[in-house]
């Protein structure tokens, strides 16, 4: 099997798991959620997309070979000081792979220090090879053997050949990734995450719009999803809703919202109303009462919130008859004390005629 991909890798992220901040710190504000994928399919996406995943403690930013450069290098870049800013405490691994070229380079930030760098082809050899070797790296170079000025390796089922360090890309790409990850991708241990794992899709926002939809008149069907802000407890967590929209004229609309099932989904309807330019939509939901959710994912209806809107913008996918995009919540809460406290949590949502 041929690999071809690139990922940036961040171990013991804490309680920073925000996707918008990510992307901000990558100079990527203009990206906007698309659609859920697996690891399997975003490994080297051909789509200009940026896909975003969490598995055993670890951020997995898959980019395609997009800002890679920025990382596998030996200088500390921009974007990488972006990253060390968010997670200064952590360990930041940036590995690319080309089987085609037999190419593999990594580059590992400890602490918010770049400590190790390599990159390597079949036609240049090695590119760069800066820093101590890891102990992944220590563990497979122990196995080979010098003959001549070159070092080789060999198999136990391929006993008459030998094979140069380029070619070892799986060995050396996948045993450094698998120091944060904890599996190796290329193995049976890796199939969670390469093959059930959710990765959330991001894609330029103006690569997203295709042909303009005119009407919002009907039923429609999705969800909303909760947001890095409520916690591990919550955090990837959906609500089904259904609306009922009519058009009134410009390209406005109003209706109403039901939820379906999920943490946190309201009894009752919600009013919407917003509007539609192209295939851009905005639009605001009013519950009736009032619900919040705490870390715990226990709901809570005691507290009073005053204007308490939830406002939604996204885009239109008429390749996929669907609107993708983020709400937000900005709540003015008070309590029975009389204290108040303005609270603003976000998601990402999706909706298609039902």
């Not at 082809?121 to 090879?129: Q, R, S, V």
């Not at 599996?183 to 059930?196: C, K, P, S, T, Y």
């Not at 309201?266 to 639009?283: C, L, P, V």
Request: aromatic letters at 14%; charged letters at 25%.
């Amino acid at each position: 099997m041929g690999w071809k991909g690139s990922m940036i890798i961040i171990q013991d992220p804490g309680n920073v798991r925000d996707d918008k901040k990510l992307l901000s710190a990558l100079g990527l504000d203009n990206y906007t959620f698309s659609e859920e994928t697996l690891l399997d399919e975003c490994l080297y996406p051909d789509d200009n997309s940026i896909n975003i995943g969490y598995f055993n403690n670890t951020i997995i930013i898959c980019d395609g070979f997009q800002i890679i450069d920025d990382f596998i290098n030996d200088v500390t870049t921009y974007k990488e000081r972006q990253l060390i800013s968010i997670y200064p405490e952590s360990e930041i691994l940036s590995i690319a792979f080309l089987s085609t070229t037999n190419f593999h380079g990594y580059s590992l930030i400890d602490k918010g220090h770049k400590v190790r760098v390599k990159a390597i082809d079949a036609d240049n050899g090695k590119i760069l090879d800066g820093g101590e070797f890891l102990s992944e790296e220590i563990v497979l170079y122990n196995k080979g053997f010098v003959d001549g000025n070159t070092m080789y390796w060999s198999y136990e089922d391929l006993p008459d050949d030998k094979f140069e360090e380029n070619q070892l890309l799986e060995d050396f790409s996948f045993e450094v990734a698998k120091r944060l990850l904890g599996v190796r991708i290329d193995a049976d241990e890796g199939d969670q995450l390469l093959f059930e794992t959710p990765f959330k899709k991001y894609l330029p926002s103006n690569q997203l719009v295709s042909s303009n939809i005119s009407s919002m008149r009907g039923k429609w069907t999705g969800y909303y999803e909760y947001g890095p802000l409520y916690g591990d407890e919550l955090y990837g967590k959906k609500v089904a809703f259904n609306l009922d929209l009519s058009d009134i004229d410009d390209g406005t609309f109003e209706g109403e919202c039901q939820d379906l099932e999920g943490v946190g989904s309201q009894k009752g309807f919600a009013k919407i109303s917003g509007f539609i330019n192209d295939n851009f939509i905005s639009f605001t939901k009013e519950y009736v009462s009032a619900w919040m959710v705490d870390e715990t994912s226990e709901e809570l209806t005691d507290h009073k919130v005053l204007n308490s809107q939830l406002a939604y913008k996204g885009t239109y996918n008429s390749f996929k008859h669907e609107f993708t995009g983020e709400w937000e919540i900005n709540s003015n809460i008070k309590f029975p004390d009389g204290s108040s406290s303005e609270q603003i949590d976000y998601g990402i949502w999706s909706m298609k005629r039902g």
